[in-house]
């Protein structure tokens, strides 16, 4: 069975790597190419397979994106069925004939939150456990109700312990207007009583909480309705959510899903995780590349926006950053000590100092890299670099 597409489509993102910015000459670059793809088809064995650009379903697979901000074209993709022809790939592509290494610790220090700097991971062993059916689904509610999702949301993370019991308010513009897309979830079919009373009591426009197998639960939020636009993501670290931080956060919605609807953006987003304190507290200090410290739990509010014009992308990528300073300065004023607190890599946007993701792990990583990836193979497709 050939790797996941995750890694065709790293492949993909490689290849076009070699190709040059600007698109005029993306063809004819593209065609320059062609020789290391047929090098590669040469090298690896039937388990593999090299696809084209033109009429090749595989092909257009391997290099689309969730966000088309993300899509470029590729010489061709490549979907490894191997160990040894990722290898293979990977030396032609570099001419690098360093081995990749297997089981090392420092290298599984570095996987955790180092993202793909290193090499390619080819094989997980797994310890599974029985997953019941859990509760939980999809609520969205309307402008008039958010001051009473904004106290529910307080209070619920301020006061709910229970490690099985989850909450993710998105508060979105769309369509001219604000309002709020909730999931609740608990880890059993039915949660304690109490928990998510405040939610529940809410009106609402739509509503499927129930119990139901974990994989419905996944499938019922609405992760990819906005598949296919341009997008952008920042973030906010902070400590705990309070009433005028939430307030904010719907100030942010309103103000930013005004004012960005005129350079063709169609959802501005921002989405409240208020995990335990004791996030961090599961592994040991210095046990992965991210988080930095363990010392105190970080929230990690995402700041999203899609839009449909390549045109906007300077005013969206402002934007981000403007309504992440401001929310910053509102957390700072809540008495939160996040100045240099550690942002999470997922949601960082791309040009983050990498010292505000990884703090003082950033030269152990860094010579990490240097060790494992001397030609920085790795360095040929995007991401955040050591």
């Keep these: ?17 070699l190709l040059p910015s600007t698109a005029e000459s993306v063809q004819t670059r593209a065609d320059d190419f062609t020789s ?32 088309t901000s993300s899509s470029a074209q590729s010489a061709c993709s490549v979907e490894p069925g191997t160990t040894e022809d990722v290898a293979a790939i990977l030396q ?26 290193f090499g390619i991971v080819t094989k997980f062993n797994l310890t599974t456990h029985a997953q019941t059916e859990v509760w939980g689904g999809l609520i969205t509610i309307t402008e008039d109700q958010l001051d009473k999702v904004n106290a529910a949301t307080v209070k619920f993370s301020q006061s709910v312990t229970d490690p099985k019991a989850q909450i993710l308010p998105t508060y979105n513009f ?67 959510y309070t009433d ?60 999203y926006y899609a839009w449909g014009l390549d045109l906007a992308d300077d005013a969206m990528h402002d934007a981000a950053r403007q309504s992440a300073a401001h929310l910053t300065q509102v957390v700072l004023a809540e008495g939160q000590d996040v100045a240099d607190a550690a942002l999470y890599g997922n949601y960082a946007i791309f040009d983050t100092p990498l010292e505000r993701i990884y703090g003082g792990n950033l030269a152990r990583l860094q010579a990490l890299k240097a060790q494992y990836d001397p030609e920085n193979v790795m360095g040929l497709a995007g991401g955040w670099k050591f």
Excluded at 1 to 17: D, N
Excluded at 205 to 223: G, H, I, N
């Design 92 to 117: 032609i592509l570099a001419k690098n004939k360093t081995p990749f290494a297997d089981t090392y610790p420092d290298l599984f220090f570095g996987l955790k939150g180092g993202f793909n700097n």
């Design 36 to 67: 290391v793809c047929n090098e590669i088809s040469s090298a690896i064995s039937s388990a593999s397979a090299v696809h084209w650009p033109g009429l090749d379903l595989a092909y257009l697979t391997d290099i689309g994106h969730w966000a």
């Design 244 to 303: 005028n931080i939430m307030a904010a956060v719907v100030n942010e919605t309103k103000f930013w899903g005004q004012r960005l609807s005129l350079q063709t953006g169609n959802f501005i987003s921002y989405d409240v995780e208020p995990f335990l304190p004791s996030i961090f507290s599961h592994s040991a200090e210095g046990s992965s590349a991210f988080p930095p410290s363990r010392a105190k739990g970080l929230l990690p509010l995402n700041i």
């Design 174 to 240: 769309l369509l001219g207007q604000p309002g709020i897309s909730l999931i609740l979830f608990y880890d059993f079919p039915t949660p304690p009583a109490g928990i998510f009373d405040d939610f529940l009591a809410i009106p609402h426009f739509t509503s499927d909480v129930k119990t139901r197998p974990f994989l419905d639960l996944v499938k019922a939020a609405p992760a990819n309705a906005t598949g296919g636009q341009r997008a952008i993501f920042h973030t906010v670290s902070l400590l705990e």
């Design 1 to 17: 069975m050939r790797q996941s597409l995750a890694t065709a489509t790293w492949l993909a993102a490689l290849l076009t790597s």
